[in-house]
C-alpha cells in the first residue's frame, strides 16, 4: 500500500487569512476567507460567531470567487454617442438558452462593451455631476432618484442616503427591502414602535413551539434553518404554513398548506379558536396593549368552517394549530417573503403580530417577532436610512423637528415630501417625473416585477449612472458606468437579521481601476457642490451613530472580531438579544386587524395556474454574484418551473420537457420539473435567471400602505413546446414605445 507522507497531507500554505463575513443571506455568518497572493480564493471557514457557531451554507462556502472573476468591471464606461436611443444591447435570449451550458446567459459583454468607451475617472465622475445638475436645474431635485443597496455596508448606505437628500435635494432613494420586508417593517412599525426582530433566530432553542410562515429557511437561510431543525429534534414544535412545501416542513409538528392568498383568513381562523376557547394570555393583554376588542370582532367573523374554505385546508387543521400554539409556555414567529410580498402583505405581518401578543409572546427568551431578512444588510441599510419615507434611525422625513434636526447635522435645507418608493420610481420614469437615476448595486431589470415596464423606464430616463462591479442588465441602460468594489475588498459595517451589526474586512486589493463605493458617493457630491469628506469608513460610520439612536455606544473600534447587537446600553456591552421585555417603544402594543381579500391578478380560463416566484439554495438575487462562481453555476445552471405531476399529465409535460408560461405581461421559454411541493393549480420559478426572468410574468399591483409589489401570485398559463422551438419567440420582452431620440440622448 502506498504511504503518504506528513507534508504531503498538509494544505498549502496559506497566503493571507482575514476574518470577516458571509456576503450572501441576512443571518450573517462569521467566515475566514483564505487566499493566495493573488487574492484569489482558496477556501472558507466558519467562524464561532453568534450566528452561526462555525457554520456555513454552500454558499458562504463556495461563492466568493465572482469577486476575481475575469468580467468584472475595472475601468469607467461611458455611452458611446451613436447607441442610442438606450435599450438593452445584449440579447435578452439566446438559440437554445434553455438548454444546457448554454453562452450567453448572463450579460453579453461582446455585444454590450462596443456601445460605451473607457474613460478617466475625472472625466466619468465630472459627466456625472454635470448631467444631474442639468436635470436637476431643468426639472428640479424630485426629477432625481437614487437606488442603493443592501449588498452594500451600513456606511455605503448612508452616504448614499444622504447624497440624494441633501445634494439631489428629493428623498426619492429607496433599496430592495421594498422588495422584501417593506410590509413587515411597516406593520411592526405601527404595532410596536420598532421594524426590528425582538428575538434572535438561534432563540428559537428556548421555544416550545416556533411558527415558520410563508418562508424556506433551508434554501434561503441554511444555518439558520440548522438550529431550528436542531430545536425540533429536542422538541420544539415546528408549525409550517406555506403554500409551497419547503424542506423543513419535514421536521414539523404540523404543515399546514394554504391556497395563495389567504393568509389573513388562516390566521384570522386561528385567532378565532384561541379567543373562543381562551387560549390567549389575557393578562399580557390587558398590560401590554390596546385594540383587543376591535381584533376579537373581526376575528369573530372567521371560524375555523370559514377560514379553511377560504384557505383551502380543513377546519380540523386550524383548530389543531391553534390548541398547539395557545398551550405553548413560549413561541417563536419567522416569516419570509411568502407573508411579504402581497398587495396585503402588510395586513399578513399584522396577523402574525397579533397572534403573538394574543398569546404573549413576545419580551421573553424562546419567545418573539423575526421577519427573516433577505440581504446581507438589508436590515442595516434600512436601519441607515435607505428608504424613502425615513431618515437613519426611522426617523420620518415629514416630521419638522426630526428634519431640524438632519438640517444641523447636514448643513442644507431638506425636503418634507417623503419620496418615491421603487416600483413607484418605475412609474415616475414611465410619465417623465423622474429624468435621472442614480442605480448603485442593483439590478432592477431583474429584480422588479414586470420587466416590459421597467424596461420602457429605463429607456425613458434622460441620464443614468450605474456603479456597480459587472455589467448587469441595468447597466446595458447606462449613460456612465462606475467600476466599483465588491464585497470582499472593502471595510465597512453590516448588520444582520439578528440585529447585530459585524465588521467586514477586505479580503483582497481592488482590481484594475475599481474604486470604493463610499469614496464614490463621496466625489459626485463634491462635483456637484456639497463637500462630503471623511478620513476614513470609520469616520461615516461615528456619523451615522451620531444621526440615530439605534446604533448608539457603537464604533468601528468596539466592534471586535464578531460584533455587537444594538441596541447597546453602554460601550461594553455585547447588547440586547431580546427586546421589550418590560415596555414598547410606543407604550402599548396595539392590535391592528385585518380582513381577508382577493389576489389582484386572478387565475381564469386563459390564465389558470398561479405563479409562485423565489429563491434556491445555489443562487441569490439575480444571480450577478452567484452565476459567477463556478461551483454554484455547476450545480444549478439553468432555471426551472415546478409543476403538480397532475397538472403536468393533463397538459402532456414530462419532467424536463420545456414549455412556456405566459402571464398577462410577457411569457418565457422554461424546462419543467415535476415535483408534488407545489400544489395542483401552482406552479414555481426561481427569480435568479436572465434567459428565463420570472419578473417577465409578476404583477406589480402595490401594497398600499408598504408599496411592496405582488410577487408572489400571479395568474400564468402553460403550453408544452416541441424540444426544437426557436428561442425568438419566447421569453419575450416586448419593446417599448420610446420618446424621439433627441430626448434620450446625454
Given at each position: 500500500?502506498?504511504?503518504?507522507?506528513?507534508?504531503?497531507?498538509?494544505?498549502?500554505?496559506?497566503?493571507?487569512?482575514?476574518?470577516?463575513?458571509?456576503?450572501?443571506?441576512?443571518?450573517?455568518?462569521?467566515?475566514?476567507?483564505?487566499?493566495?497572493?493573488?487574492?484569489?480564493?482558496?477556501?472558507?471557514?466558519?467562524?464561532?460567531?453568534?450566528?452561526?457557531?462555525?457554520?456555513?451554507?454552500?454558499?458562504?462556502r463556495?461563492?466568493?470567487?465572482?469577486a476575481?472573476?475575469?468580467?468584472?468591471?475595472?475601468?469607467?464606461?461611458?455611452?458611446?454617442?451613436?447607441?442610442?436611443?438606450?435599450?438593452p444591447?445584449?440579447?435578452?435570449?439566446?438559440?437554445?438558452?434553455?438548454?444546457?451550458?448554454?453562452?450567453?446567459?448572463l450579460?453579453?459583454?461582446?455585444?454590450?462593451?462596443?456601445?460605451?468607451?473607457?474613460?478617466s475617472?475625472?472625466?466619468?465622475?465630472?459627466?456625472?455631476?454635470?448631467?444631474?445638475?442639468?436635470?436637476?436645474?431643468?426639472?428640479?431635485?424630485?426629477?432625481?432618484?437614487?437606488?442603493?443597496?443592501?449588498?452594500?455596508?451600513?456606511?455605503?448606505?448612508?452616504?448614499?442616503?444622504?447624497?440624494?437628500?441633501?445634494?439631489?435635494?428629493?428623498n426619492?432613494?429607496?433599496?430592495?427591502?421594498?422588495l422584501?420586508?417593506?410590509?413587515?417593517?411597516?406593520?411592526?412599525?405601527?404595532c410596536?414602535?420598532?421594524?426590528?426582530?425582538?428575538?434572535v433566530?438561534?432563540?428559537?432553542?428556548?421555544?416550545?413551539?416556533?411558527?415558520?410562515?410563508?418562508?424556506?429557511?433551508?434554501?434561503?437561510?441554511?444555518?439558520?434553518?440548522?438550529?431550528?431543525?436542531q430545536?425540533?429534534?429536542?422538541?420544539?414544535?415546528?408549525?409550517?404554513?406555506n403554500?409551497?412545501?419547503?424542506?423543513?416542513a419535514?421536521?414539523?409538528?404540523?404543515?399546514?398548506?394554504?391556497?395563495?392568498?389567504?393568509?389573513?383568513?388562516?390566521?384570522?381562523g386561528?385567532?378565532?379558536?384561541?379567543?373562543k376557547?381562551?387560549?390567549?394570555?389575557a393578562?399580557?393583554?390587558?398590560?401590554?396593549?390596546?385594540?383587543f376588542?376591535?381584533?376579537?370582532?373581526?376575528?369573530?367573523?372567521?371560524?375555523?368552517?370559514?377560514?379553511a374554505?377560504?384557505?383551502?385546508?380543513?377546519?380540523?387543521?386550524?383548530?389543531?394549530?391553534?390548541?398547539?400554539?395557545?398551550?405553548?409556555?413560549?413561541?417563536?414567529?419567522?416569516?419570509?417573503?411568502?407573508?411579504?410580498?402581497?398587495?396585503?402583505?402588510?395586513?399578513?405581518?399584522?396577523?402574525?403580530?397579533?397572534?403573538?401578543?394574543?398569546?404573549?409572546?413576545?419580551?421573553?427568551?424562546?419567545?418573539?417577532?423575526?421577519?427573516?431578512?433577505?440581504q446581507n444588510?438589508?436590515?442595516?441599510?434600512?436601519d441607515?436610512?435607505?428608504?424613502?419615507?425615513?431618515?437613519?434611525?426611522?426617523?420620518?422625513?415629514?416630521?419638522?423637528?426630526?428634519?431640524?434636526?438632519?438640517?444641523?447635522?447636514?448643513?442644507?435645507?431638506?425636503?418634507?415630501?417623503?419620496?418615491?418608493?421603487?416600483?413607484?420610481?418605475?412609474?415616475?420614469?414611465?410619465?417623465g417625473?423622474?429624468?435621472?437615476?442614480?442605480?448603485?448595486g442593483?439590478?432592477?431589470?431583474?429584480?422588479?416585477?414586470?420587466?416590459?415596464?421597467?424596461?420602457?423606464?429605463?429607456?425613458?430616463?434622460?441620464?443614468?449612472?450605474?456603479?456597480?462591479?459587472?455589467?448587469?442588465?441595468?447597466?446595458?441602460?447606462?449613460?456612465?458606468?462606475?467600476?466599483?468594489?465588491?464585497?470582499?475588498?472593502?471595510?465597512?459595517?453590516?448588520t444582520?437579521?439578528d440585529?447585530?451589526?459585524?465588521?467586514?474586512?477586505?479580503?483582497?486589493?481592488?482590481?484594475?481601476?475599481?474604486?470604493?463605493?463610499?469614496?464614490?458617493?463621496?466625489?459626485?457630491?463634491?462635483?456637484?457642490?456639497?463637500?462630503?469628506?471623511?478620513?476614513?469608513?470609520a469616520?461615516?460610520?461615528?456619523?451615522?451613530?451620531?444621526?440615530?439612536?439605534?446604533?448608539?455606544?457603537?464604533?468601528?473600534?468596539?466592534?471586535?472580531?464578531?460584533?455587537?447587537?444594538?441596541?447597546?446600553?453602554?460601550?461594553?456591552?455585547?447588547g440586547?438579544?431580546?427586546?421589550?421585555?418590560?415596555?414598547?417603544?410606543?407604550?402599548?402594543?396595539?392590535?391592528?386587524?385585518?380582513?381577508?381579500?382577493?389576489?389582484?391578478?386572478?387565475?381564469d380560463?386563459?390564465?389558470?395556474?398561479i405563479?409562485?416566484?423565489?429563491?434556491?439554495?445555489?443562487?441569490?438575487?439575480?444571480?450577478?454574484?452567484?452565476?459567477?462562481?463556478?461551483a454554484?453555476?455547476?450545480?444549478?445552471?439553468?432555471?426551472?418551473v415546478?409543476?403538480?405531476?397532475?397538472?403536468?399529465?393533463?397538459?402532456?409535460?414530462?419532467?424536463g420537457d420545456?414549455?412556456?408560461?405566459?402571464?398577462?405581461?410577457?411569457?418565457?421559454?422554461?424546462?419543467?420539473?415535476?415535483?408534488?411541493?407545489?400544489?395542483?393549480?401552482?406552479?414555481?420559478?426561481?427569480?435568479?435567471?436572465?434567459?428565463?426572468?420570472?419578473n417577465?410574468?409578476?404583477?406589480?399591483?402595490?401594497?398600499?400602505?408598504?408599496?411592496?409589489?405582488?410577487?408572489?401570485?400571479c395568474?400564468?398559463?402553460?403550453?408544452?413546446?416541441?424540444?426544437?422551438?426557436?428561442?425568438?419567440?419566447?421569453?419575450?420582452?416586448?419593446?417599448?414605445?420610446?420618446?424621439?431620440?433627441?430626448?434620450?440622448?446625454?
Amino acid at each position: 500500500m502506498k504511504r503518504f507522507s506528513h507534508a504531503a497531507m498538509e494544505r498549502p500554505p496559506a497566503v493571507n487569512e482575514v476574518d470577516t463575513l458571509c456576503p450572501y443571506c441576512g443571518v450573517g455568518c462569521a467566515v475566514t476567507y483564505v487566499t493566495d497572493q493573488q487574492g484569489r480564493f482558496l477556501y472558507a471557514r466558519g467562524r464561532d460567531g453568534s450566528a452561526n457557531a462555525g457554520r456555513l451554507c454552500v454558499k458562504g462556502r463556495y461563492g466568493v470567487d465572482y469577486a476575481h472573476h475575469p468580467q468584472r468591471l475595472t475601468k469607467p464606461l461611458i455611452r458611446r454617442e451613436g447607441s442610442y436611443p438606450k435599450g438593452p444591447l445584449s440579447h435578452f435570449s439566446k438559440a437554445g438558452s434553455s438548454g444546457p451550458r448554454k453562452p450567453g446567459r448572463l450579460v453579453d459583454y461582446a455585444e454590450v462593451l462596443p456601445h460605451f468607451r473607457e474613460a478617466s475617472w475625472d472625466d466619468a465622475l465630472d459627466l456625472v455631476a454635470k448631467r444631474l445638475l442639468e436635470v436637476r436645474a431643468s426639472h428640479g431635485p424630485d426629477s432625481l432618484a437614487g437606488l442603493g443597496s443592501a449588498k452594500g455596508s451600513n456606511e455605503e448606505a448612508y452616504l448614499f442616503q444622504k447624497l440624494v437628500r441633501a445634494v439631489f435635494g428629493t428623498n426619492n432613494v429607496d433599496h430592495c427591502t421594498r422588495l422584501c420586508h417593506a410590509s413587515s417593517v411597516y406593520a411592526l412599525m405601527e404595532c410596536l414602535g420598532s421594524g426590528a426582530v425582538t428575538n434572535v433566530v438561534r432563540d428559537v432553542e428556548h421555544a416550545e413551539v416556533a411558527v415558520l410562515a410563508g418562508c424556506n429557511p433551508t434554501a434561503n437561510h441554511p444555518v439558520a434553518a440548522s438550529f431550528m431543525k436542531q430545536a425540533a429534534a429536542r422538541g420544539t414544535k415546528l408549525l409550517v404554513v406555506n403554500v409551497r412545501r419547503p424542506p423543513i416542513a419535514d421536521h414539523a409538528e404540523q404543515y399546514v398548506q394554504i391556497r395563495p392568498g389567504s393568509d389573513v383568513a388562516f390566521y384570522n381562523g386561528v385567532m378565532h379558536v384561541l379567543i373562543k376557547e381562551a387560549l390567549y394570555d389575557a393578562d399580557f393583554v390587558a398590560r401590554r396593549t390596546e385594540g383587543f376588542e376591535a381584533l376579537r370582532e373581526v376575528v369573530r367573523r372567521y371560524p375555523p368552517q370559514r377560514a379553511a374554505a377560504e384557505a383551502g385546508v380543513t377546519a380540523d387543521e386550524i383548530v389543531r394549530f391553534a390548541r398547539t400554539l395557545g398551550k405553548a409556555g413560549s413561541a417563536m414567529f419567522f416569516w419570509g417573503m411568502g407573508i411579504s410580498q402581497h398587495v396585503y402583505g402588510t395586513d399578513n405581518a399584522r396577523c402574525l403580530i397579533a397572534l403573538a401578543l394574543l398569546t404573549g409572546n413576545v419580551g421573553r427568551p424562546g419567545t418573539g417577532l423575526h421577519p427573516l431578512r433577505g440581504q446581507n444588510n438589508v436590515q442595516g441599510a434600512s436601519d441607515a436610512g435607505l428608504i424613502p419615507m425615513y431618515y437613519p434611525g426611522y426617523q420620518p422625513v415629514a416630521d419638522p423637528a426630526v428634519r431640524a434636526r438632519f438640517e444641523a447635522l447636514w448643513g442644507v435645507k431638506l425636503s418634507a415630501r417623503p419620496g418615491l418608493t421603487t416600483v413607484e420610481i418605475t412609474e415616475a420614469a414611465l410619465d417623465g417625473q423622474v429624468r435621472a437615476l442614480y442605480c448603485m448595486g442593483e439590478n432592477p431589470f431583474m429584480s422588479d416585477p414586470d420587466i416590459n415596464k421597467v424596461r420602457e423606464a429605463l429607456a425613458r430616463l434622460e441620464f443614468l449612472v450605474v456603479q456597480d462591479i459587472f455589467l448587469t442588465e441595468t447597466a446595458e441602460f447606462a449613460d456612465v458606468i462606475l467600476p466599483a468594489s465588491s464585497f470582499l475588498e472593502k471595510t465597512g459595517t453590516y448588520t444582520n437579521t439578528d440585529r447585530r451589526v459585524q465588521l467586514g474586512r477586505p479580503v483582497r486589493a481592488l482590481p484594475g481601476e475599481a474604486r470604493q463605493d463610499w469614496e464614490l458617493i463621496c466625489e459626485i457630491a463634491r462635483r456637484m457642490g456639497y463637500p462630503m469628506h471623511y478620513r476614513d469608513v470609520a469616520a461615516v460610520f461615528d456619523e451615522l451613530v451620531a444621526a440615530t439612536p439605534l446604533y448608539a455606544n457603537l464604533s468601528h473600534a468596539n466592534l471586535g472580531a464578531y460584533g455587537r447587537w444594538y441596541p447597546c446600553p453602554h460601550p461594553n456591552s455585547e447588547g440586547e438579544k431580546i427586546l421589550f421585555r418590560e415596555n414598547f417603544p410606543i407604550g402599548r402594543a396595539r392590535f391592528v386587524p385585518a380582513e381577508s381579500g382577493l389576489i389582484p391578478d386572478r387565475p381564469d380560463q386563459d390564465y389558470p395556474y398561479i405563479l409562485n416566484t423565489g429563491r434556491q439554495l445555489e443562487h441569490w438575487h439575480t444571480g450577478v454574484m452567484t452565476r459567477r462562481s463556478r461551483a454554484l453555476d455547476e450545480i444549478a445552471p439553468e432555471a426551472f418551473v415546478e409543476v403538480h405531476p397532475a397538472d403536468a399529465a393533463e397538459l402532456g409535460v414530462a419532467d424536463g420537457d420545456l414549455v412556456r408560461v405566459s402571464s398577462r405581461r410577457g411569457s418565457i421559454r422554461i424546462r419543467a420539473r415535476l415535483t408534488e411541493v407545489v400544489a395542483r393549480g401552482t406552479v414555481f420559478i426561481p427569480m435568479h435567471f436572465r434567459e428565463a426572468a420570472a419578473n417577465l410574468l409578476t404583477d406589480p399591483s402595490l401594497d398600499p400602505l408598504a408599496k411592496i409589489p405582488q410577487l408572489k401570485a400571479c395568474a400564468v398559463r402553460l403550453e408544452p413546446l416541441a424540444q426544437g422551438t426557436a428561442a425568438q419567440s419566447e421569453n419575450a420582452c416586448h419593446e417599448p414605445t420610446l420618446p424621439p431620440a433627441d430626448q434620450l440622448t446625454s
